[in-house]
């Protein structure tokens, strides 16, 4: 047996000693290696990983290193497993854990915090004041896997009972993988009000979040819901998850058009999802006196931001760091009840041995490639095995 005898495991489920996983050595150099299978502890569970999406963010560490902080530090050479948008079944229970059996199907968020800070008590566990703390003489049992422990890019990982959500029979590994993404976009929502039934959403940037916001805000019962970007056939893929107006920024006034819209005063919210050196500043006139702006994306360079716009005008703006609140298990209800068809977005399937292919794909956008889904061999067989 490779685990303790205080974790539960099942012959059905039998767990290896170790499992293949993916590490990162110098930027942008990933290697495939052996690595012994985790052991969970307490509230925790071990997670045999099925399937996992590739996300920009984890673009952003493989390349740059942070937001992960591995001991104190970038990730580079310390045989960490990058990747956090994935899901699986249960197969190893740590101690104290009733609320999972196994051979469930679950679906993960990243941040379990330290459950002790400020932050973490406020449900705002993205905002951990204890980020990274899980080493040496400062362990505060912090855990964001893929950024601050290992993450999903292998075949088994400790898991939170925090963070996870039942996936029902009638949704697919591939559609579970991006609940996740979904969970980024209704806590941007639930940050800006949450009740946002009848008031008009403005959504910039037809990435992943952006796309999924449209969705959510639609179900939430946004009206209007307003999606801006540059291409078109993802403009197209918002109007089918549910935008009433597209805009290419390309072809048409953005604001003027925005304005149009929503009656001449511009709109109740914005979701910033584009990143782009401009977007506040134009979001700041998309928005109505009054109204909210939630950022979502991680720009690449310094902006400079009209101040008195934001400060004449009442606009509130908020920085959102990943998927609070549970809003991953919201947006997990949304989808199970199939409220939008997140699989729109999924473009891409790979084998885990081809993650360097699927990076490239999705960094890319190799075949206009949205959401990256890569597959274990067990969840093959397990297809194989229920057809
Ligand atoms: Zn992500
Ligand atoms: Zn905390």
């Known amino acids: 047996m490779a685990m303790p005898e205080n974790v539960k495991t099942s012959p059905d489920y039998p767990v290896p000693k170790t499992h293949k996983a993916w590490v990162l050595d110098d930027p942008g150099q990933l290697r495939l290696t052996e690595k012994p299978v985790p052991v969970p502890g307490r509230a925790e569970v071990l997670v045999r990983i099925d399937a996992i999406a590739v996300c920009g963010t984890d673009i952003e560490v493989i390349y740059q290193g942070p937001p992960a902080l591995i001991e104190g530090g970038v990730p580079f050479n310390k ?63 912090h855990r964001a896997n893929g950024f601050t422990t290992d993450g999903g890019f292998c075949e088994y990982a400790v898991n939170n009972i925090n963070t996870l959500a039942p996936v029902s029979d009638q949704m697919s590994d591939e ?54 970007g540059t291409r078109d056939n993802r403009l197209e893929i918002g109007s089918k998850l549910g935008a009433d107006h597209v805009i290419n920024v390309r072809n048409e006034d953005v604001i003027e058009k925005v304005k149009e819209y929503t009656g001449g005063i511009g709109a109740d919210y914005v979701l910033e999802c584009s990143g782009a050196a401009n977007s506040l500043n134009e979001a700041g006139k998309m928005a109505n006196r009054g109204g909210k702006i939630c950022l979502a994306a991680f720009p690449h360079e310094e902006v400079m931001v009209d101040v008195m716009h934001l400060v004449a005008n009442n606009i509130y703006v908020y ?48 075949e206009d490639a949205i959401k990256v889904v890569l597959k274990n061999d067990y969840a093959y067989e397990k297809q194989a095995a229920a057809e």
């Open 319 to 366: 920085g959102i760091r990943g998927e609070g609140k549970s809003g991953t298990r919201r947006a997990a209800a949304f989808m199970d009840q199939k409220r939008f068809d997140a699989t729109l977005i999924h473009t891409h399937t790979f084998d885990m041995a081809e993650l360097p292919e699927a990076i490239r794909y999705a960094k890319d956008r190799v």
């Open 79 to 141: 045989n960490w497993t990058p990747g956090h948008e994935y899901m699986g079944t249960v197969v190893a229970l740590g101690l104290g854990v009733d609320e999972y059996a196994i051979g469930d199907r679950v679906t993960v968020e990243i941040h379990a915090g330290c459950g002790q800070c400020k932050r973490c008590r406020e449900g705002m566990y993205t905002s951990c004041h204890n980020y990274g703390k899980n080493y040496g003489d400062v362990n505060k049992g």
């Open 175 to 228: 559609e579970a993988t991006l609940v996740v993404t979904a969970g980024t976009s209704m806590y941007g929502l639930t940050e800006l009000g949450g009740l946002v039934a009848g008031e008009s959403v403005v959504v910039t940037g037809p990435g992943p979040i952006g796309l999924l916001g449209v969705a959510v805000a639609k179900t939430l019962g946004a009206y209007p819901v307003i999606l801006t």
